[in-house]
């Protein structure tokens, strides 16, 4: 059974670097046509897309973050990785990293589903 | 950008009730990519629905999904306690902004 796990450091400084790695457990990150995204929660809010990258290595992000946001993977390690520049408050959440399911692209935005999900990871930006 | 909008925010009901959620998209895609989750406090969201109709690996067939042009909607036929959480719908890179379903 297909497993995700996030790790990295739960806080960050303002101005700084977040940076986040994601295992897959169960199962190879190079099978399968999937891609593998990002999505992040603020504390008692709604869900928001950060960004996805499929089997070539290539990426896909929210404009919203475009800027600021780097995934990248590691197949020798079967891990993929989230980088956010310059955090602020605002980027405090928990991240969730998930096998995103794409059907097709939409205007070089991936169309699908995101199942299954870790267990997600609390980011803190404070001094 | 679509805008999925959920409604009710909150819904509440009781065990063994009819749940029916609703998600309206701003615009049409032209694919019905619509997916729904369920998320508990402190856990991760769990696929419930993809396709706007079809239910994922190991969900209760008391979980359906349906759609009219723009208009979406999760029903769950009969309500067990452990159907009480917040539900999302995402299309896109989009996600609706949830509605709470809780016991009455």
């Known amino acids: 059974q297909l497993q995700l796990q996030e790790s990295g450091p739960g806080l960050v400084k303002p101005s700084e670097t977040l940076s986040l790695k994601c295992s897959v457990i169960?199962?190879?990150?190079?099978?399968?046509?999937?891609?593998w995204g990002w999505i992040r929660q603020p504390p008692g809010k709604g869900l928001e897309w950060i960004g996805s990258?499929?089997?070539?290595?290539?990426?896909y992000y929210n404009p919203s973050l475009k800027s600021r946001v780097s995934i990248s993977v590691d197949t020798s390690k079967n891990q993929f990785s989230l980088t956010l520049s310059s955090v602020t408050a605002a980027d405090t959440a928990v991240y969730y990293c998930?096998?995103?399911?794409?059907?097709?692209?939409?205007?070089?935005?991936?169309?699908?589903?995101?199942?299954?999900w870790g267990q997600g990871t609390l980011v803190t930006v404070s001094s | 950008d679509i805008v999925l909008t959920q409604s009710p925010g909150t819904l509440s009901l009781s065990p063994g009730e009819r749940a029916t959620l609703s998600c309206r998209a701003s615009?049409?895609?032209?694919?019905?990519?619509l997916a729904w989750y369920q998320q508990k406090p402190g856990q991760a969201p769990r696929l419930l629905i993809y396709g706007a109709s079809s239910r994922a690996t190991g969900i209760p067939d008391r979980f359906s999904g349906s759609w009219t042009g723009t208009d979406f909607t999760l029903t769950i036929s009969r309500l067990e306690p452990e159907d009480f959480a917040v539900y999302y719908c995402q299309q896109y890179q989009t996600f609706g902004q949830g509605t709470k379903v809780d016991i009455k």
């Open positions: 990258i499929d089997q070539s290595g290539s990426t």
């Open positions: 615009q049409s895609v032209g694919i019905n990519q």
């Open positions: 998930a096998r995103h399911v794409v059907v097709v692209l939409l205007l070089d935005i991936p169309a699908g589903r995101f199942d299954p």
């Open positions: 169960g199962d190879s990150i190079s099978s399968g046509p999937y891609y």
